[in-house]
């Protein structure tokens, strides 16, 4: 199957998702969209039984494990898991970096 890499709103957008390490930890992982298949196109079927679109997104950012992995996610996944430009950045443990605050 070949992804298709236009065609989407979503291909380019950045998404967070929740991870559990080994210790059953909870660590986040940055990705993004990558490329999509149409519900006629993918091989998969919803809750309900009906062919549903799927999207690639490729993991570049937060637990040093995944980078370089690929996950494909339904639509209702891919809504849930978008994050915007200002998302604070994530170590290569998969934990959210905080800005020290500021003393007045």
Known sequence: EVWRREGSAYVGARVRRSVLDEEERERWVDGTVSGWLSAEESDFYDAEGRPA????????????????????????????????????????????????????
Not at 59 to 82: I, M, P, T, V
Not at 92 to 98: I, K
Request: aromatic share 4%; proline share 4%.
């Open 53 to 104: 679109a799927l999207y690639r997104v490729e993991y570049h950012g937060g637990l040093a494990k995944l980078r370089g992995q690929q996950e494909d996610l339904e639509e209702n996944e891919l809504k849930e898991s978008l994050v915007s430009e200002a998302t604070l950045p994530l170590d290569d443990e998969g934990n959210v970096v905080r800005e020290p605050q500021k003393s007045d």
